[in-house]
């Protein structure tokens, strides 16, 4: 219950701040280029200015750090089991060896460095959709994807199916807390007994979740089609998107960054 209530991930949080004012394609391309400065990321000092860039940078979006934090959340399972994975099935100096579970230097430098590369990723990710409002994504991945259209490419599609996606986010964890509380008035536990008894205690959520699931996208396609909605050809918009000053300044910023990263972590190793 607390775990849903605080998942922040795909969500829009509103604020007036110069990152929410930026041009989507902007916001999107910033981030590719950030996840892909943290991806190559390997040395210490490098995975802690990418540290302090995002601190910065929730500031600079009137993002409450803790609120920016909790995105990462859902990914937690999958960093440890990776670093574990490392820890334990990566060659190298040995340094603690159990029965058959050995432990290495390289392993645990691996662990570490997955671990806080997967991290960086999300929560930078997290900063596309906290900022963003989900119309303004999808004209934002519209537009991007439009040279490709010419191609065969269902440019307008995919925007709006990633979008939907996103949008559902919050709709699925609002569904999933109102049927937990449903299940708990009704006598049922779901922090109690051993990982079995658990997994038990969420089917009577599961089934009900995704009768829901169906009947929301049944009427999410009902109401597209009574507005005649029939794809991106020829459709308009209210708030026609518009690159400016601040955008160009934004992408020069955040392409020297990682630029100045990634060289310099080289440099390091050289």
């Given at each position: 219950m607390k775990f849903l209530n605080h998942l922040t991930f795909g969500q829009y949080v509103p604020a007036d701040s110069p990152v929410h004012r930026l041009d989507p394609r902007c916001k999107i391309l910033a981030v590719l280029l950030v996840l892909t400065g943290v991806f190559m990321a390997r040395h210490s000092l490098v995975f802690a200015v990418w540290g302090v860039?995002?601190?910065?940078?929730?500031?600079?979006?009137r993002l409450p750090i803790r609120l920016v934090l909790n995105s990462a959340k859902p990914v937690l399972i999958l960093v440890v089991f990776t670093a574990l994975i490392h820890i334990f099935f990566t060659?190298?100096?040995?340094?603690?060896?159990?029965w058959i579970v050995t432990i290495t230097r390289e392993g645990i430098v691996a662990a570490v460095q997955m671990g806080l590369r997967l991290l960086l990723l999300v929560l930078?990710?997290?900063?596309?959709?906290?900022?963003?409002k989900p119309m303004e994504l999808a004209d934002g991945l519209e537009r991007i994807f439009s040279p490709f259209a010419r191609f065969g490419f269902p440019a307008h599609e995919l925007a709006m199916m990633m979008t939907i996606a996103l949008?559902?986010?919050?709709?699925?964890?609002?569904e999933t807390d109102r049927i937990m509380k449903a299940q708990l008035a009704?006598?049922?536990?779901?922090?109690?007994?051993?990982?079995?008894?658990?997994?038990?205690?969420?089917?009577?959520v599961l089934i009900p979740l995704f009768v829901i699931v169906f009947q929301r996208a049944e009427d999410l396609a009902t109401a597209m089609e009574a507005r005649c909605y029939r794809g991106g050809e020829g459709r308009t918009r209210i708030h026609p998107l518009k690159w400016g000053r601040d955008d160009t300044a934004g992408a020069i910023l955040v392409s020297v960054i990682v630029l100045l990263l990634v060289v310099g972590e080289r440099s390091l190793y050289s």
């Open positions: 860039l995002l601190l910065l940078l929730a500031r600079q979006s060659d190298g100096k040995v340094l603690l060896k159990l930078f990710a997290s900063f596309l959709t906290l900022t963003t949008r559902f986010i919050p709709t699925l964890l609002d009704r006598g049922a536990s779901f922090d109690r007994g051993g990982i079995w008894k658990r997994l038990k205690a969420f089917i009577p």
